[in-house]
């Protein structure tokens, strides 16, 4: 079996930029492109995970979501298809959520696909969605600090189910590589 790490983008590759819309504004979070590859290369399968509700509120449409997804691709260096599979949740949060974090569907579904095993693999976010669609896979989880602040009680849900807290990307992959 695989492992996989299920990367939502927003707060975790790069910064959350609320709605992003114009591919020019992407930066990427320091590290991230290296931690990226040094993932890959212990052998994990590497997934995009994000939700886009802005498309679903008519603020942008799918194809600037794409735009931005591939622009932050060339500014680290990497390939087009350097992620296995994308998951671009576009619901409204106000409806019926079919891969909207917290759904755990997209990883159900990459884990069938891909034999991955879920005990060996991540969801890694900056948000309570992101540690709650990792407890809804039955998958490990965890929680980096470079998005928006997070509140105490996001930090307790991520401790209290043995997911890891970290400053940023970087230090989880540093993680992975000491395991």
């Given amino acids: 079996m695989n492992r996989g790490l299920f990367l939502d983008r927003d707060g ?7 709605y992003l819309d114009d591919p020019e504004l992407i930066e990427i979070v320091p590290g ?7 993932a890959s290369a212990l052998g994990y399968s590497l997934f995009l995970f994000s939700n886009q509700s802005g498309v679903g509120r008519g603020f942008f449409s799918l194809e600037t ?6 622009r932050m691709l060339d500014l680290m260096n990497l390939p087009k298809d350097f992620f296995i599979e994308i998951c671009l949740a576009t619901e409204h949060p106000d409806e019926e959520p079919v891969y909207r974090k917290p759904s ?17 693999s991540y969801m890694v976010g900056d948000k309570m969605s992101d540690l709650e669609t990792a407890a809804n896979a039955g ?6 600090k470079t998005g928006k602040p997070f509140s105490e009680e996001v930090c307790s849900y991520a401790k209290e189910r043995g997911m890891g807290v970290f400053d940023d990307f970087v230090s989880f992959v540093d993680k992975l590589k000491a395991l």
């Fill in 139 to 144: 998958t490990g989880g965890a929680l980096v």
């Fill in 65 to 70: 979501v794409h735009a931005c997804n591939q």
């Fill in 12 to 18: 975790t590759l790069i910064p959350d930029y609320d």
């Fill in 104 to 120: 755990p569907r997209f990883i159900l579904e990459m884990a069938a696909k891909h034999d991955l095993d879920l005990n060996l």
């Fill in 32 to 38: 991230v492109s290296d931690a990226l590859r040094s």
